[in-house]
Structure formats: structure tokens, C-alpha cells
């Protein structure tokens, strides 16, 4: 049975509240307070406060103790049943440099220049490591039946059910997510993933993403395989969704109709059209190849579509010399032409937003930045307000403030929305 707001039913004991079925905003929205989305049950004791999901399974947690570095930051636990810490770092610095409020800092290797290491702190790591224990010890005793029944639910959720479930995520496109597009920060990284190709054109040696596989496009029934079993995975939760990650490395490679149908198919087996989150989004990647090669057809028809579609291109730089240094098998010619694509593609339809990675390194030439500027402050004359710049720090786990000097430089001057990309898997 579906769930629809206005079904909230709360319980208040001396020691606890339980609220079921609570309505979070509607819609993704980008404010400097902790904002909840969707449909969600909330638990909380003396101690700490805990979301659940309508599948039961746990996904925000905070303490409530003094020793909580922040009231308004909170721990959030993704599909892939990875710990994220969503710090405000000051917000005004975290916004400037990442386009949202909140920093979110991981658990693994990234490439972040901000944010510090919150997982050190011992009040998170209880939370990571013993949220289970605390809400097995609650007593259920004297509580009306619909709200035992829920504790019951949610204890039979158990970090090893989790983490079998997230493998089982993994398992239906044969392989976990190791990247999500920068561009995915605009639903909180709420994306239901499916695989239309695997691998990527190029294998660029400086890429700590790529996998070995040759690129190659899966088939309509693999598609669709992967489409009902995300939807039996995702079950009741599936209101709560309203984006779609097309997979991998370079789905714009993928033949158009292919694109087209899948992404049909996939807003009507998700039920988009009624999920609890307003609007619909569409996430891809795409290489400087596929992106020139794309048939207008395909943006024309995106741009009909009830989707919000953002595609994001590696471009990594504009300068020969660096796309030689770093691997990359790309002239700066074909750098350009695609720039220039995305700038029409950008201009001309409305709900299509074509995004661009360069790469950010103290090791690298002046020239790569020379040519950067010529790209995102000399060939417009006024600001931009979309087409996105990511700046992509080429080292992982290694924050550098040189680095994040250079950022800020680069983004003052640039004409263009300029964020920083914090790689993030799923
Ligand atoms: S940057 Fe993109 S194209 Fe290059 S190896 Fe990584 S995933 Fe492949």
C-alpha cells in the first residue's frame, strides 16, 4: 500500500518519541539548515535522534550529546550502506566551494580539499558502530501495536542486512557505482543507478575511477532485468526517489534510442510521475567523443522529456601539454569544439544542463590554467548562470591549501558557476 504524507501517527513515552511516517520536504532545495526529504519514521530517545526509511532501514542519525560537533550536522547512511558525515565547515566557505551547504565527508580515499576527519570523533564512531545495539536495547513493552511492530521492523534491519542488501544493489548491474556525477549533489546523491554501458573510451592514465572494462553497451533485456529487480530492491521507498543515474563511465555512448527508451522505461517502472519528490532528474556521463558525436535528436528529445537532465563531460584540460601529461588520448582541439557544443547545447534548451570537468594540480603547467581561463572567463563576455565548471583536485586524500587557493582564484575569475568536484561513489 502506498504511503502518502498526512499518514504521520506519532507516540510520545517519558523516554522516547517515535514519529511514523513523517513528511520531509518535497523538493531538493539548497538552504543552510538541515533540510529531510521525502517520506520517513523518526526515533528519539534521550540521546539521539534516528531516520528510517519506508523499507525500515536506517539513513540519518545525529546525537544530541554536547560532544555532537555541530547541532545542525547529521550522519547520513547511502544505498551503498557507506557512512557520510554532512558537516557545515562554516557555510558560507562550503558553499562557495562546492555549490551546497553542507560538505559531505566520507568514510574512503577522495579527493575533497575540505572538511576534516569526523569519523575520528568518538561520538560519530558510537553512532557508526553501535546504533543497532541502542535501538535493540529500547523496550517495546506497553507500546500500541503499530509502533512495536515498527521497532520490531527496524531492529530486523541489522547493519549485516544492510550491508547484504547494498551488495545486492551492486549485484544487479554487476558492480558498485565507484563515481557519481558532481551533478547528482542537486538531489543529495538520491539516485537509483542503472547500467546502459560499461567502461569508458579512453582509459586516461591519471583517472583513479576507471575500471578495465572495454567499453560495450548492455542489451534492452539486461536493462530491463536490472529495471525490475531495482524496483522490487528499492519497494516501498521507491516514492521517495525522483532521479536516475545512468551508468557507467560514458553512457552518452550509448546509441540514442537506447538512451531514449530507457530512460521512458525507467520514469514509468520508478513511477516518477508520482514520486513524493517533486520534479524528475537524469544523470549521465559522457566523453568528449560521444558528446560531439551525439545526434541533435537525442537533446531534442531529452529536452521534451519530464526530466531535469544534467550530462557531465570530462574535458580535464584545454592544453596539450597536460592532456599529454595526464594520459589522456584528446587534442586541445577537440577540447574546444566540444566546449563550444556545450555552450549551444546549454543556450538552447532549457532543461538540459551540460556540465565540465577540468583536473586541479600544483604538478601541473601554467599552460593547463592559461588555457583553462581562455575557456571559462575570455571566450564569453558576461556570466553564465548554468553549465557548470567542476574543478576536479587530480589527488586523493591528500587536502591541499595551495590547491584550494588556486580554486578560489580560478573561480573568482571565472564566468561560469565554478564548484569544486567531490568524488563520491555510491
Ligand atoms: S576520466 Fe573518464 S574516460 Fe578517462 S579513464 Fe576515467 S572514466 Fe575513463
Known sequence: ?????????????????????????????????????????????????????????????????????????????????????????????????IGEYYLPNLTYPTNSLLGGKPFKENEIDIIVRTWHQIISQLSVTDMPDQFARWVQSIRQQTPEVLQKKAQKLFDISGGRVTVIPPDARHVDYNI????????????????????????????????????????????????????LFLGEHDALNTPCELILKTVQNAYDAFKFHTSIMKKSYLFMFGSVDSFLAADPFLFKTLNRLPFQTFINIGLESYDQATLDLIGKPLTKKQVGHAFEKVQ???????????????????????SHYKALMS???ESVNQTRPKGCIYLSPLKFGKPSRQVLYEFYKLKSLSRFPTFLYVIQRL
Not at 200 to 208: A, E, P
Open 344 to 366: 549551444a547545447i546549454n543556450d538552447t534548451f532549457p532543461n538540459i544542463e551540460i556540465t565540465c570537468n577540468f583536473i586541479m594540480d600544483e604538478s601541473l603547467p601554467d
Open 375 to 377: 575557456l571559462i572567463r
Open 1 to 97: 500500500m502506498k504511503i502518502k504524507c498526512g499518514e504521520t501517527q506519532t507516540l510520545k513515552t517519558h523516554d522516547l518519541s517515535i514519529e511514523l511516517n513523517s513528511c520531509g520536504t518535497n523538493e531538493y532545495t539548497k538552504v543552510s539548515f538541515p533540510v529531510k526529504y521525502g517520506i520517513f519514521s523518526r526515533l528519539e530517545t534521550g540521546d539521539y535522534i534516528f531516520e528510517f526509511n519506508l523499507n525500515h532501514e536506517i539513513r540519518h542519525a545525529k546525537s544530541k550529546k554536547r560532544s555532537w560537533l555541530h547541532p545542525s550536522e547529521w550522519l547520513k547512511r547511502t544505498m551503498g550502506n557507506d557512512w557520510v558525515y554532512y558537516s557545515t565547515g562554516g557555510y558560507s566557505g562550503v558553499f562557495e566551494a
Open 192 to 243: 537509483i543507478p542503472l547500467t546502459i554501458s560499461d567502461g569508458c573510451l579512453y582509459k586516461c592514465q591519471f583517472c583513479k575511477v576507471k575500471n578495465k572494462k572495454k567499453f560495450s553497451v548492455r542489451s534492452e533485456q539486461d536493462i530491463d532485468g536490472q529495471i525490475t529487480q531495482l524496483t522490487q530492491l528499492l519497494n516501498k521507498d521507491l516514492i521517495n526517489f525522483n532521479a
